[in-house]
């Protein structure tokens, strides 16, 4: 399950859009800069870039510490230092090649001072296919341990009447790749098997195919594997991220959005869970489904226990599975 983000974290991205307030500095008026940009249509495989402004609204000077980028082929140029009061201009590149249809890429800009919260920058724009990759550049895997499966991956040229696949480079041991036997034409495609016998775990692994494209050379495929064990916890970890005292004492709601969700599953038959221990300042409330082979754990936070600091334990669960008796769940956050 795809983890929530705490307490407002969305409203904050949004105050930053149109003011600044860091409490005790008197920041000056921050001009209106645009933090979008749209680059229209382009055809694969052409670098289109932009440059940003930002602005340091601080009576000192303050450093850019890195730029993140959220997008393989997304690149930045800046420079370090803003001076105060001054704006700084951050360009932004991106290599198309391994892009196509509608597109977003984000530069999210980080800053040594902790007065200043992170910038988040957006390309957006439509990029013209001249070689699909069908049903998309990666490959997921859900399996469980003894497990086999397969995927195909196609590659469709719009421009090219022979495409080839020259070569296949695994960045990764966890799964197999061959190149598919099809009849010479525009379509090449290749078969991303994993195998039985891996261990339980998540593999977050790649998968480079050259061709004798005359535009775009390499496609580059994210390949995922999740083996699970007989009995499976989702997510094997619980983060509740940042966490605000003062916001949580305003608004005590807040409680119940920062609630995180595991699923505990076995493969075959019906579980039992005898007991449910924890030091950390949270209860669990179990609710188990009709069959019995699953449950799922509400994780509450107990306000009126946390302490500012990181939010760091276990979570034990014991069950009455031969394999798995004890079931540990990692937790973590941060309370401010």
Same mark, same amino acid.
């Given at each position: ?5 705490? &307490? *407002?974290?969305?409203?904050? /991205? /949004? ?5 600044? =307030? ?26 289109? $870039?932009?440059? =940003? ?32 009061? @001054?704006?700084? /201009?951050?360009?932004? $590149? ?17 800053? @040594? ?44 040229? @719009?421009?090219?009447? &022979? ?5 296949? %480079? !695994? ?5 197999? #790749? ?9 379509? !090449? ?6 195998? $039985? ?15 004798? @494209? ?14 699970? #064990? ?9 983060? =509740? ?29 019906? *579980?039992?869970?005898? +007991? ?12 188990? $489904? ?14 009126? %226990? ?15 599975? +031969? ?14």
């Amino acid at each position: 399950m795809q983890q929530r983000p705490v &307490l *407002l974290a969305v409203a904050a /991205a /949004a105050t930053l859009v149109t003011s600044y =307030f860091w409490g005790d500095a008197q920041p000056r008026p921050r001009p209106t800069h645009a933090l979008v940009h749209d680059f229209g249509e382009v055809q694969q495989g052409e670098v289109v $870039s932009h440059t =940003f402004t930002v602005h340091n609204p601080l009576e000192k000077a303050v450093s850019i510490e890195r730029v993140d980028c959220s997008v393989p082929g997304l690149s930045a140029r800046f420079k370090s230092t803003l001076a105060p009061g @001054h704006d700084g /201009a951050i360009h932004v $590149s991106w290599d198309t090649g391994a892009m196509d249809g509608e597109m977003q890429g984000q530069a999210t800009v980080r800053f @040594h001072d902790d007065q200043l919260p992170a910038v988040v920058l957006t390309l957006t724009g439509h990029v013209s296919t001249l070689l699909e990759v069908v049903p998309g550049r990666a490959a997921y895997f859900s399996v469980y341990q003894g497990e086999t499966a397969q995927r195909r991956i196609r590659l469709v040229s @719009h421009d090219a009447a &022979l495409l080839r696949i020259e070569k296949l %480079e !695994a960045h990764g041991t966890h799964f197999t #790749a061959s190149v598919a036997d099809l009849p010479p034409g525009p379509e !090449a495609a290749v078969d991303v098997v994993v195998p $039985s016998g891996l261990a339980p775990g998540r593999f977050v692994e790649s998968l480079v195919v050259r061709t004798n @494209h005359p535009v775009v050379t390499e496609v580059r495929l994210a390949v995922n594997v999740l083996v699970k #064990a007989h009995v499976h916890v989702s997510p094997e970890v619980v983060d =509740f991220g940042q966490v605000s005292l003062s916001q949580l004492s305003r608004m005590p709601t807040l409680t119940e959005l920062a609630t995180q969700t595991v699923i505990i599953r076995k493969r075959q038959g019906p *579980l039992t869970i005898h +007991a449910i221990s924890t030091d950390l300042p949270l209860s669990v409330d179990v609710f188990p $489904s009709d069959d019995g082979s699953a449950f799922r754990l509400d994780f509450r936070l107990n306000p009126t %226990e946390l302490n500012p600091g990181p939010l760091q334990g276990v979570v034990e669960i014991e069950t009455d599975d +031969a394999e798995h008796p004890q079931l540990r769940v990692p937790v973590r956050g941060r309370v401010d």
